[in-house]
């Protein structure tokens, strides 16, 4: 239901999934071509080097993304597309109240709703709402595909190095599916894990600190009292213990090295 009046196309990466995907993309019709590009291995190989696939077997000049469990809205791929071309890179907000229970909605940490997160002069951007012009993410090299988390912002933060400005597209939205909070905790204590050996460096060195995301609801002790705030406290809890294991990984790594 894109209301983009150019000429594009769906790019379909199939990570080794087991839930028919492949079979539903093939009955799919679609108003633009639609490719589907599978690993051709039987376990999934993670995000980042689905998304280079897809990025490889893609004919269009901008490369918009997002995520297979999530919905895009209808003007998202032109809002994304008239910013693109103005910047290079563009970013999006994340919507989630549509995909989810309201009372989960309400109480668990959402820091995209106002689009890329700000820290110093630098924007973390998700994968899950982006496009980037063809010529900037191949001077790039695309994702790196040894991270299986935050792989998304390690690269948006190499392009700022590299100089490229994010634009931001408000009206390009992305209802995002939330998960339940025990699965969503431990996704938490990954990207911990993650921010600490790979994008608190890149923050450091780019002058930012090594400040953590922000959390829309920081923990108190009387929030385990209550059981809306719960699901902050296991989230805060997560991450941060995410952070203890990359921190003590990253220095470990050091000395070693060292």
Not at 108 to 127: F, H, K, M, N, Y
Not at 186 to 202: C, D, N, S
Request: hydrophobic letters at 45%.
């Amino acid at each position: 239901r894109q209301d983009f009046d150019g000429t594009w196309e769906i790019v379909l990466a199939d990570d080794a999934s087991t839930d028919g995907t492949a079979a539903v993309a093939a009955a799919a019709t679609s108003p633009g071509s639609l490719v589907v590009v599978s690993s051709g291995r039987s376990r999934p190989t993670g995000p980042a080097s689905a998304r280079d696939r897809g990025a490889a077997a893609a004919q269009g000049e901008v490369l918009a993304f997002c995520d297979a469990d999530d919905e895009v809205d209808p003007h998202w791929l032109a809002a994304l597309v008239a910013r693109c071309r103005d910047s290079g890179v563009a970013a999006g907000r994340l919507d989630y109240t549509r995909l989810n229970d309201a009372a989960l909605a309400a109480r668990w940490p959402t820091p995209w709703e106002a689009g890329p997160i700000r820290l110093g002069d630098q924007l973390l951007v998700s994968a899950a709402c982006c496009a980037v012009s063809r010529t900037v993410f191949d001077a790039a090299g695309g994702f790196d595909e040894r991270l299986r988390y935050a792989e998304d912002t390690e690269l948006f933060l190499r392009l700022q190095r590299l100089g490229h400005r994010v634009g931001y597209a408000p009206d390009a939205v992305v209802a995002c599916r939330l998960r339940p909070p025990l699965r969503q905790a431990r996704v938490q204590f990954r990207y911990g894990v993650a921010h600490a050996r790979v994008i608190e460096p890149l923050l450091a060195s780019s002058g930012a600190g090594a400040d953590r995301p922000p959390s829309r609801g920081l923990a108190r002790i009387t929030d385990v009292f209550d059981p809306g705030q719960r699901i902050w406290l296991l989230a805060d809890a997560a991450f941060a213990a995410g952070l203890v294991r990359g921190r003590l990984q990253r220095r470990f790594s050091r000395q070693a090295a060292a």
